[in-house]
């Protein structure tokens, strides 16, 4: 497919978007996510046979935007985005220097969102091969990340933020902080009710470009940063947890 017809295809679904109204931010958007070297990726990720379509956008945020991909089972594919355009990669270096997987971090901005992605590919595999339960990853190229639709296709799943918990859920994720420390040897590093989908009875963890191996010199800070965060979040909706600090032995072992 043509680079230009692909934009007038991709122009077309963005339009259908309920994130945008004005012909004016479509443009604006549309060339700030889908540059040339955005457009040639997913070029070649349709020519590999990774996804078939591509639908509108289901989130939106400052780093990157989520789209409802098809995949060649025509079974929907989350296509994640990241804007090589964003700044706020420039803060994201300490979740990558100190990491022994990676070796010198990219001096430009590009190099540095297509590091992150191979990072979040790489760590959502080691994720899933653990058995924590995470969207499955599919492949990667530059700056886009094709995964696991979790949700009714065009909505995402909600998240705990956005849902109902309970005990069972605070049990759930300090077993998937565990897991992911013990099996998959890896901190998540930003851990929230923001990035755990609660969908048709399942918990499924998200958002892993940010987590480090435990090798990291900063791997015990992250955790302890996790496990405040559940912690805290658990008992703003009226559910007793244990203190961070003994959840952190419990974690480590």
Same mark, same amino acid.
């Not at 017809?5 to 931010?25: H, I, N």
């Not at 540059?35 to 349709?46: E, F, I, R, S």
């Not at 270096?93 to 901005?109: C, E, K, T």
């Not at 696991?148 to 995402?156: I, K, L, T």
């Given at each position: 497919? @043509?680079?230009?017809?692909?934009?007038?295809? %991709?122009? !077309?679904?963005?339009?259908?978007?309920?994130?945008?109204?004005?012909?004016?931010?479509?443009?604006k958007v549309i060339e700030e996510v889908f540059d040339k070297p955005t457009l %040639? #990726?997913?070029?070649?990720?349709?020519?590999? *046979?990774?996804? =078939?379509?591509?639908?509108?956008?289901?989130? /939106? *945020?400052?780093?990157?935007?989520?789209?409802?991909?098809?995949?060649?089972?025509?079974?929907?594919?989350?296509?994640?985005?990241?804007?090589?355009?964003?700044?706020?990669?420039?803060?994201?270096?300490?979740?990558?220097?100190?990491?022994?997987?990676?070796?010198?971090?990219?001096?430009?901005?590009? *190099?540095?969102?297509?590091?992150? =992605?191979?990072?979040?590919?790489?760590?959502? @595999?080691?994720?899933?091969?653990?058995?924590?339960?995470?969207? !499955?990853?599919?492949?990667?190229?530059?700056?886009?990340?094709?995964?696991?639709?979790?949700?009714?296709?065009?909505?995402?799943?909600?998240?705990? #933020?956005? /849902?109902?918990?309970?005990?069972?859920?605070?049990?759930?994720?300090?077993?998937?902080?565990?897991?992911?420390? @013990?099996?998959?040897?890896?901190?998540?590093?930003?851990?929230?009710?923001?990035?755990?989908?609660?969908?048709?009875?399942?918990?499924?963890?998200?958002?892993?470009?940010?987590?480090?191996s435990t090798s990291h010199p900063e791997a015990k800070q992250f955790l302890r940063?996790?496990?405040?965060?559940?912690?805290?979040?658990f008992k703003k909706r009226g559910i007793p947890s244990e203190a961070p600090e003994?959840?952190?032995?419990?974690?480590? *072992?």
């Amino acid at each position: 497919m @043509r680079r230009d017809k692909l934009r007038e295809r %991709l122009l !077309r679904y963005q339009r259908e978007s309920r994130f945008l109204v004005k012909d004016s931010d479509e443009r604006k958007v549309i060339e700030e996510v889908f540059d040339k070297p955005t457009l %040639l #990726a997913l070029y070649h990720l349709l020519n590999r *046979g990774e996804i =078939v379509g591509l639908n509108g956008v289901v989130r /939106a *945020g400052k780093e990157a935007r989520v789209y409802w991909g098809v995949g060649p089972d025509r079974i929907a594919r989350a296509v994640k985005i990241y804007l090589a355009a964003s700044m706020q990669f420039k803060r994201r270096v300490r979740y990558i220097a100190g990491d022994y997987r990676f070796g010198r971090i990219p001096s430009s901005s590009r *190099g540095l969102i297509n590091l992150w =992605v191979r990072k979040e590919f790489k760590n959502l @595999r080691l994720a899933h091969d653990a058995g924590v339960r995470v969207p !499955r990853p599919y492949d990667y190229n530059e700056n886009i990340l094709i995964m696991e639709y979790v949700g009714s296709p065009p909505a995402p799943a909600p998240t705990f #933020a956005e /849902a109902e918990v309970d005990a069972l859920d605070l049990e759930w994720t300090i077993e998937a902080v565990r897991k992911l420390y @013990r099996k998959a040897e890896l901190v998540h590093a930003d851990l929230s009710e923001f990035n755990i989908f609660k969908h048709d009875g399942e918990r499924i963890l998200f958002d892993m470009g940010s987590a480090v191996s435990t090798s990291h010199p900063e791997a015990k800070q992250f955790l302890r940063r996790d496990l405040f965060n559940v912690v805290h979040f658990f008992k703003k909706r009226g559910i007793p947890s244990e203190a961070p600090e003994e959840l952190l032995g419990e974690v480590t *072992g």
